[in-house]
């Protein structure tokens, strides 16, 4: 089963901007769905972002227009570009094949604060 490590979290102040990336264990082009979700302290971990092999994508109305989802089969990442960044975007943000079901990875933490 493919496994998956989140990076690029951090600290930004609001109107900031992060790129997270998702490098996999082994190959994500036969993975059909690859998705980014968050989890803010006291909720439930909600889907933000989600790609198909195809390249279609669907995002969060909280995101739509801000974050920006991509996957590279040739190098087995998944990306999450966020832009205009605000409080309610921190979070632990991880990456999960969708389809087929795959592992959740460890996560990484966002902070948006000033």
């Known amino acids: 089963q493919v496994q998956f490590v989140e990076s690029g979290g951090g600290l930004v102040q609001p109107g900031g901007s992060l790129r997270l990336s998702c490098a996999a264990s082994?190959?994500?082009?036969?993975?059909?769905?690859m998705g980014w979700y968050r989890q803010a302290p006291g909720k439930q971990r909600e889907l933000v972002a989600r790609?198909?092999?195809?390249?279609?994508?669907y995002y969060a109305d909280s995101v739509k227009g801000r974050f920006t989802i991509s996957r590279d089969n040739a190098k087995n990442t998944v990306s999450l570009q966020m832009n205009s960044l605000n409080p309610e975007d921190t979070a632990v943000y991880y990456c999960?094949?969708?389809?087929?079901?795959?592992?959740w990875g460890q996560g990484t933490q966002v902070t948006v604060s000033s």
């Open positions: 082994g190959s994500i082009s036969s993975i059909y769905a």
């Open positions: 790609i198909t092999n195809g390249g279609t994508t």
């Open positions: 999960r094949a969708i389809s087929p079901v795959g592992p």
